[in-house]
Every structure is written in structure tokens, then in C-alpha cells.
């Protein structure tokens, strides 16, 4: 229970703080789903802006409202700064909130919060988990139409239904990685579930409405970058042509803020060069996007913060925490403060009258995660337990300081293995490798758009695509990400799964079975050689005649579910079944990987014979001696030979 | 070929030979070894160590197959069919005999101190062996220090010799016989057929009723004896009489199991082809492409290497391979040298078992990977013990000015590799890893034990223990024949068909065990319960943890 609670905090505070957006229904042809949601925790008040397409009539939010660990009570909602309705807190129900044009603000949103009412009580509720209320499945409704941009500061709205990097059929490397830094751009800029895509020139591109755009990615015939914004399509679209390294900032500058400065339909300076990578192993909270951290109130309140490995530069295997802040004096009451890592206690201590608050906290590698999440816990009770209305004092606060809190850790890979390793293990570049398999043009290099997006959307940082090679990723020592991978790929790489016919462990706990001749594709996290490779392939038997674009099943599972619901080191696609995620130790040791190990015998050869070896010198020098002996005691008993004196 | 035709004196004692050092150094070829008994009691004190700290923690009965061997102790005489029988032929049963005294007592039983009593004493009755030995090697004190420190500092091995596992017992009997064996050969005196038989072959057959492993030593102590013996003038023919008389007790104790084979199951082989016996199990592995070793020696050699690494050390493996060299340089195949490799006899047979597919061990070199049965390598530590002793021995007599500095690096060395392990023993040591899966398989089966414990006011239990982690009793506490289990013997199958007349309480899964390798391994009342309507109405669910369920019949109910 307590895991899922902060688990459902701790997502939801992410989403709102960091934007990780949570799955939204399916927008109809005048509602537009969006990915913001909104979560608060006790009776604080809590508000997040919703974006209104330029041009259009909002006139209805929906969304679902639910309540947890609720025992009475109510939920204020407030549109616009005003009380909209309050309605009685139950674990879940439907919302529908009319707006009006009235309720959009200056900058272009409307602002929606929510805060729970207690029942009238006079005890304290210390030791139970603080109610959560949440709002979620936000969709606008609205009339009318999308106001066309006109510049391109205006042309990336703050909430998209769909984007399409567009490049032409037969794109150069150099144009392929700007497509693909632009989809990472654009995957940073907007959350899931909005769909990002690389789609090929030819491909027909779906009408999804409002907050459609088209970003086309033209190899241009100078090494100026132009920018420019038109319709193509009957979508707003910006195109950026130009060639070398320019391409490529242009593209990444679509993740920046510095795109509100293109106040024109056309604009020459769009760029955004790579980021300086030497990022610090120490950071404080405020670094890691938490501006305040509040803990206030009779009973118990928490504050989550999340804490991504990959924040720090690459991976760590440990980490000391300092927190520092103040609080209030506490008197005639008892407060507690805890301290949690991925759910498990790892600091405590009482607060008193000194107003000054720090504690030191350790993680070992054994506790660490891809994405920690710390929770800060207080609880405190009045020594009269008179709490709410009836309450003879404040209540306590304590105020931790982030930018004097830090986060120090140590560089590492730690316990963690499989994807759970990435994306941390980048180190914020990303050598990517398409080798072309399918007949549908850039088929392959889709596939890994769809699985970059995924992994930029739980990076902390915005990736730096480099398309490298497949040969070049293979024998290279770089980390990075392989699609289209064929049997030799993973062989030379080492990959736990190689891409050939396979079995999986066939024992009566397994509910699923899978023939030896399917044709399977295969997401696989290989650690080789010291480095980490994301592998993407497909097998099929050599009597297929044409393969079955299994990877294709694969990707869209993980653009789904999201980077974070891949667990083990293994995702499977088939023909029959829903992808599946596997350990490799489900699959019956493949012929070739077992063949590899019979060469280590030559090592307890290599020892046999060095034993061997010293014992043939030992026996013969013994021998030698023993001669010698014979040969001096044969001559002392002929008398002819020197005697032991000599 | 180098022959010693008489046992070689030890070596040199130091100058100060009024030393307690040189005291204890003493001459080791009689049958009095000097430390003897202090050892005994330090090694005793150490493993008492261990056993308090397990057993307040809980962590001895972790093993499932540690609480099994309690149970098919006590169940010998507790039980609704008592008798030798109850010894079964899954495992060999002198581990059980020496428990079953102890485990009549419920708090011996429950808490598993009966386990922690025999194992220490077993690790008591190793490290004197080992000091016997290689005080009749001639090996100096620091050298004979090394070996107990190999020995004893290994938490791998302490922590087995606080639970019911039968490694303890296993490397005291192969410490015994390797003891026995050489101080038959190092003997000044030419000992008697009898006092071989008496002080190495008794100890040999105790091992071939311990675990298969003991049974290659016995035939390669064997090969010692009769090598030794003509090495001193022994004809071949005599020499074969001295083999006689060591392999005797060992072909009585093997007779007796094919005898009770025969006797309890009308076939001498059950043991090898019975449907619990080992071979059933790994044939599941095998049918499924899991026994990835056979046929692999590369594999099994990795498998076995990585296994001794994590259970043995680093530090110990390197200290081996040292005087694995120096102990060939110096001593050839001497009889010193012969008797040193008996100890690998047992780790010869596990790579053997391994590549012919006799043997699972799973760990991280595997394939797949995991962590099972690596605890087998532990018999391989006296090896490994004796070897990093010889090493330092020569290097010590060739340069005794690095005694000290010797002892201090090998102490520092051991103490960092005990730190290094002892900060996640779960990461770093497989035997640990197992223990600790298997305590987190256990976990919810045993609550539910722990609750029929405090709860049982009577009236007979119906509950198959056979499945996958249903070996349960020690952690249940309650009298055995107070259960109807497939040990109970017929009236098991009369409980099933009618367990209204015979149990209020029925203990068993609420859906078919599938985590099973073996057909064995199914629930049999579950299978007869589980989905009898009249069943259900007559008894009601009194306690439900994930797919396991306590029913009590209900009241009025005969």
C-alpha cells in the first residue's frame, strides 16, 4: 500500500514538476487531450495551466478526480482563480468544468487547481498516509479552429496532439541525425503520450487536429540553416534546410527557449549547439527542479522529490544526501521528520526548539534505482491531540532549503542491470547505428526514433544523437543504440539473445510458450566490453519470404508503456502474442552462446599442463639426483671412485 | 620416479626448540598430535559464534533442504510410520542418524540448534583433522595456521556449519579420512590393517553415507594407501591387504545402502533411478535444454571456477595455486604430495558430474544465470586449505625471514576478502545468495506455517510436504505424527479420500504447484481438494496467503 502510494505521488509530482505526462484518453475531432496532471497532497492547494490553442473557444474541461485515503470530506476545484464547483471526495469520478473564453489568461491558458477540504474533526490523523488527490485524463473541448502561426517563436504550441519530423525518402546521414535530434528535441518539449515521429517524405501524415505540427528537415544547398514556417499538408510546418553541423543545432534548438526569439516566419540564427557535458556528481536540489520544499501540518505530510541517475552526467552507485532547512520551534507536541529512499527508511530524527533542521543520509548501490525517488516525512502531533479546528497551536512547518540541500554521489553502474541501465549510461550522447533491413523506406531508422523519443522522455537531460555506423557502433567502444541488428551484430557484440532460432524455458510456471521456428524481433540491453548497447532486431527462418516487422510491434510496445515499464534485459515481439518482456534467463541457452564456452577449458588445460610441466622437471631432476647418489654409493663400493670426503 | 621407501622426518623444528611453537611442532608421526583438542575447542567456539547469530536471526533455516534434513530426522521415530524407512533415498542418511537424537527435542527441532550442534561439531572434528594433517605433512605452525585460517575464517563454510546441511558433515569425514590416511603413511611405526581401518576407513565409510562426493576419495585413498604401503616395502600383495582393510568399512557402508535400497524399495538403484532421486531431477533439466553443462567442460569448468571463487576467495585460490606449484616443485609425487591430492578427489568428481550432467549448479557464469546448489564446492576448501599450507610451509623454509611478513600479508589478505564479502554478502557470496532466494521464496510459506503453529489446537493436520518448499516441520513445531503427509504412508491416502474423518486442519496450496521441475513436486491434497465442492463446505478457509490456504473443518462436522 505504502509503495503504491508513493509511487502515485511520486508520479504525479513528476509529471506536474518535471513534465512526465500520464496516458490521456483519445481526443475527439473538438477536444484535445493533454498530458498535464495535476496531484496535491493533504489540504494544500495545488494549480497547473492548461494551454488553449491560439484562435480556438474553449468550452469544456474534462477530466477524472480521484481521492486517496480519504475518509470524508471534499475537493474544491477552482477554474481561473474562482471556485468552480466542490464536490464530495470519492475515489474516483468524472469532471466536466465549462470555460469559457473569459477563463483564458494573458499567456494563452486557463489555470485549473484542486485542494481537498477535511471533515470537520477534532483528533489527528498521526500515522496515517496524508489523502492524494488527483486530477488526471485532462481534455479540452473547444470550437472553432487552430489559428495558423505566423512566426516561428509562435509555431511550437505548448500542447501538441501530434508531430512529424518529415525528411526526404532518401536522406543523408547528416540530414537522418538532424531528423532524429529534432524527434529527441521535440520528445523533451512535449511528453507522452504525444506522438513525436520520423516519417518518411512519401508517408501519408494522419489529420489529428489542433496542436499538429510538421517539422521537415530539407537538405539545403549552402551551410546556412533556414527556418521557415508554411503550410504543407493543411499543417502548420516548419521547415529547416540547410546542411552540416548547422542542420543539427537547428534541430536541437527546437527543445530551446531561445525559439521564442524567431519573432518572424523565417529566421537564419536557429541553433542550439551541444551542451557541455561535464556535469557535476553533486547537485543540489534546486538543481534537480525543486524550488520549494514545504512540510507543514498536524498528522503527516511528505514531499517527494525525484532524483534520476542520469541528472548527474552518466551512472552512479551511490549517494549522501545532506538535507538542510528550518523549522518551526516545536513545544508541547512531537515531530518526527523521515527520510526515504525507493521506500526504504534510511534517516529519521525528532525536531525540537532549535529552529535549525539538517540530516545526513547514505545510499549504497543496493538501494539505487534508474530514478530514485526520495520522500521527506513529517509527522507531528500536539501533545493534547487537538488537531484541525480544535487546535490549541500551530501547527508545525518545516522548510527544507534545496539550494543548500544536496545530492552528492559516487560515478558507478551499481546493481543495476539490463534497460534499467539506460539511459543514464549515455552519458547524454547517444552513438546510434540504423543498419536498413526493411523494404519501406527509413523503416529502420523510425523504429529508432520511436525508441530515442522513449528514452529521452525519462532522460533529465537533452540527448546528443550521433549516427555512427553500424560497424562503427559494433567495434567501437561507445554506448549506444543498434537497429536493425542482424545475427552477426549480435554475436559480435555478445548479446545475452542471439538473433537466430530460440526456445524459451519451457517449465510449467511459464503461461506462455513460443516454437523454436517463429519469427521473433528482439529489443535487447547488452553489456559488453564495458560499455552498454541497446540492440533492436529480427529473426525469421530462412523459408520466410519476407520479414515480419516485428520490431515494429516491439517499438510502439515500448512508445506505449513507456522506457521505466521496461524491466530485465529482453523485450520480445512475435506474431501471435502481445510483446513481451523477458530476463534472458528464459531462453534455453542458444547453441552458439554455449559453443563460446567450451573454449574456457583450455584454461584448466593451460593449468593441468603447467602442473604437468613442473612435475616432469621435478621427476627428472629427482632422477638425475638419484643417479648421481647410485652412481657415487656403485663407486665407493668398488673402491675406485672418490670417497664422501672428497 | 622419485620412491620414498620410509616416512621422511619433519622438517627442522626452529632453534628454540623449547618454544611452545617447537613444542607443538613436536614429531608428527605418532598418533598424538599436539594442539589437537585446542583446536578442536577454538573451531567449536568460532561455529558456536555463528550458529547464535543465525539462529537469533533465523537465517540457519533458510536452506529448504536444511529443514528437510530435520524433518526426515525426526521423523524416524515422530512420525505415523516411524522407522529406518523414514530415511528415504534422497539423500544418504548418516547426516539424519547424527540429528536424530538431538531433534527429538522440540526446541532443538523448531529453532534448528540441532542442525547448528552437529555442524559445529562437524566443523570442530574438521579443523583437527586438518591440523592433524598437516602436522603428519611435516608443515610448520604458521603453515598449519594458514590451513585453519583457510578453513575457519571462510563465512561461506561458517555459515553452513550453523544449519543441517550435510557439507559439514561430508568435509569432516573426508578431513578424517585424509587425517587417518596420512597418519597411517607418516606413521614411523608400520601400522596395522586394523588401526587403518579403525582411524581412516571408519571415517571414509562415514562419508560414503554422507554424499556421493566422498565416494571418488575413497577410491583414491585407496590408490594412497596401497601406493604408500609398497613405497615401503610392502609387496604388492600386502599392500593390497592394507587397501582391503581401508575400503572395507567403505564397501560395508555401501552395501548397507544397496541392502536398504532393496529392502525398503525392492531395488539396489532406487537411489540412482527412483523418482525423487537426482537423476529424475536433472533429466526435467535436461529434457528442457537447461543443463547447459553437459558435454560442455569449458562451461562446467566456468561454472565450477566462478562457484569456487565466490565460496572460497580469491585469496585462497591464489594462495592454492602457489603452493599448488611449490607442493609439485618440492614434494613430486610423494607421498606427502599423494596424500594432499586425495582432498581434490571431491572437486575432481564435481566437474566430472557437472560435464557428464549428473550435477546442476547455476550461478553467474552459467546459462542460464542464478544461484543453486554452489554450496557443493565447499568440499573443495580442505584442498584448497592444505595447498595454500604446503605453499606457505616451502616458502617459509626457504626464506624464513619472510615469516612474519608472510603472516601479517595473509592475514591482511583474508581479513579484506571477509570485509569485502561481508558488505553484500548476497552480491558476493553464492552460497549466501541461495540461503537468502530461499528465504524469500519461504517467506509466505512460512508465515502460514508460523500461524498454523500458534493456532493448531489438535485434531491431525492433512498436508503434502513433498511439493516445492512444503518441507516445512521445523518452522511448524508441531509433533509429526500429528500430520498425514506422503510419509505417513497409507493413511496418507485414506486422509485425502476422506479428510473429514481424519484432519481438522488440511494445510495446501489453493492452486496446483507449477513452480515444480518434477511430477513429484505437485501438491497430491491440493490436487484432490482444491476443487471438491464437498470439501469446501465442510471445511472453511482459516488463513490465506498468497496461493497457500488453511482450512479448519467445521464445527459439528466428525
Known sequence: MRATLIVAVVATCLSTSL?????????????????????TQGTAPNTISLPVPAGVVPTAIRARLSVEGARGGSVRVVVAGRTRVVVAARPSQPLSLPVSRADVGPNGTISVGTQYVEPRATGCRVGEDPVL??????????????????????????????????????????????????????????????????????????????????????????????????????????TIAGSGPGLVDAARALDSDALALGDAPSVTTLGLSQPDRDVDTRLSLAELGNETLRLSGWGRSSAYVGIPQDSFG??????????????????????????????????????????????????????MRAENALEVTLTAAPDDGRCGTTATQAPVLLDIDPARSFVATTRGTGHLSGFDRFPQVFGGEVAVAVRPTSTQPLADAQDAAVLLAALQRVASHLLTIRLVSPDELITGTDSGLLVGATYDDSAALRAPLRLSGMRLVDLAEETFSFAADSPYAALEAVHEGGRDVLLLGEWYPEATLSRADLTDRAVQSVASTGWRDLHADLLIATQDREPFRLS?????PQADRLDEQRSLIWWFGIGTGLVLLVLLLQLGLASHRNRAIRDLVRAQESGDGPGLDD | MTLQTSAPPADPAPASTTSYAARMQGDPTGRRVRGSLPVFAFAVLVGTAASVHTVRSGTNLDYGDAMAHLTIARRVIDNKAPGLAQLGTVWLPLPHLLLMPLVQDMWLFRTGVAGCIVSTLCLGASATALWR???????????????????????????????????PVLIATM?????????????????????????????????????????????????????????????????????????????????????????????????????????????????????ATKGNPGLSFAVLGWALLETAGLVALVAAGVGLLLMTWHWGLEDRALIVWMAASSSAFLLFSLTTGQHIMVNDKSLPTGAYNNRYVLSAIPWLALLAAVGVHHVVRRAPQVRML?????????????????????????????????????????????????????????????????????????????????????????????????????????????????????????????????????????????????????????
Request: hydrophobic letters at 45%; aromatic letters at 8%; charged letters at 15%.
Open chain 1, 133 to 238: 488527490t488527483r486530477l488526471s485524463g485532462i481534455t479540452l473541448a473547444f470550437d472553432g479552429t487552430e489559428r495558423t502561426p505566423t512566426s516561428v517563436a509562435g509555431f511550437l504550441p505548448a500542447t501538441a496532439s501530434r508531430v512529424d519530423v518529415v525528411v526526404p525518402d532518401d536522406a543523408s546521414p547528416a540530414v537522418l541525425e538532424a531528423g532524429l535530434t529534432a524527434v529527441v528535441a521535440l520528445s523533451d518539449r512535449y511528453p507522452a503520450p504525444t506522438p513525436v515521429l520520423l516519417t518518411p517524405e512519401s508517408s501519408r501524415v494522419p489529420d489529428t487536429g489542433a496542436g499538429q505540427r510538421i517539422i521537415r528537415i530539407d537538405p539545403g544547398p549552402g551551410s546556412e540553416v533556414i527556418s521557415t514556417i508554411a503550410t504543407w499538408r493543411d499543417v502548420p510546418t516548419l
Open chain 1, 314 to 367: 552518466g551512472p552512479v552507485d551511490s549517494l549522501e544526501l545532506d538535507l538542510v532547512g528550518v523549522h518551526t520551534a516545536v513545544r508541547d507536541a512531537h515531530a518526527q521528520v523521515e527520510v526515504f529512499l525507493n521506500d526504504r527508511l534510511v534517516g529519521s530524527t525528532v525536531l525540537d526548539e532549535e529552529a535549525d533542521f539538517s540530516i545526513h543520509v547514505e545510499a549504497p548501490a543496493s538501494m
Open chain 2, 175 to 291: 578431513l578424517g579420512t585424509i587425517a587417518g590416511v596420512a597418519g597411517w603413511c607418516r606413521s614411523r611405526r608400520q601400522l596395522s590393517g586394523g588401526e587403518l581401518a579403525v582411524f581412516a576407513g571408519i571415517p571414509a565409510a562415514a562419508g560414503v553415507l554422507t554424499r556421493y562426493e566422498a565416494w571418488p576419495l575413497v577410491i583414491s585413498a585407496l590408490v594412497v594407501v596401497i601406493v604408500a604401503s609398497h613405497r615401503r616395502g610392502c609387496s604388492w600383495r600386502r599392500s593390497g591387504l592394507y587397501g582391503l582393510a581401508f575400503a572395507a568399512p567403505s564397501m560395508l557402508a555401501a552395501s548397507w545402502w544397496l541392502a536398504y535400497n532393496t529392502a525398503v524399495y525392492g531395488t539396489p538403484v532406487e537411489f540412482l533411478t527412483g523418482q525423487y532421486s537426482a537423476a529424475a531431477f536433472t533429466q526435467v533439466y535436461l529434457d528442457n535444454g537447461l543443463l
Open chain 1, 19 to 39: 513534465g512526465v505526462m500520464l496516458p490521456v484518453p483519445a481526443a475527439s475531432a473538438d477536444e484535445m487531450g493533454l498530458p498535464q496532471a495535476l496531484g
Open chain 2, 406 to 558: 608472510l603472516a601479517a600479508a595473509l592475514l591482511v589478505a583474508v581479513t579484506a576478502q571477509n570485509v569485502w564479502w561481508l558488505q553484500a554478502p548476497t552480491a558476493h557470496m553464492t552460497v549466501i545468495e541461495e540461503a537468502h532466494d530461499q528465504h524469500v521464496a519461504y517467506t509466505r510459506i512460512k508465515a502460514a506455517a508460523t500461524w498454523l503453529h500458534t493456532h493448531y489446537d489438535g485434531g491431525g493436520i492433512l498436508m503434502d510436504q513433498t511439493p516445492d518448499k512444503s518441507s516445512l516441520a521445523p518452522v511448524l513445531g508441531i509433533r509429526i505424527d500429528e500430520f498425514f503427509t506422503r510419509a505417513s504412508g497409507p493413511v496418507f491416502q485414506e486422509a485425502i479420500e476422506d479428510p473429514y474423518a481424519h484432519a481438522r486442519w488440511v494445510f495446501m496450496h489453493r492452486r496446483q504447484v507449477t513452480s515444480s521441475a518434477t511430477e513429484t513436486g505437485r501438491d497430491l491434497v491440493t490436487r484432490a481438494l482444491a476443487k471438491d465442492p464437498q470439501f469446501h463446505a465442510r471445511y472453511r478457509l482459516v488463513y490465506a496467503i498468497a496461493d497457500i490456504g488453511i482450512y479448519r473443518r467445521l464445527e459439528g462436522t466428525p
Open chain 1, 584 to 588: 534472458t534467463d528464459s531462453v534455453i
Open chain 2, 133 to 167: 594433517t598437516t602436522a603428519r605433512l611435516g608443515l610448520g605452525m604458521l603453515a598449519r595456521l594458514v590451513a585453519l585460517l583457510v578453513l575457519v575464517a571462510n563465512p561461506s563454510l561458517l555459515y553452513v556449519s550453523t544449519t543441517a546441511l550435510t557439507e
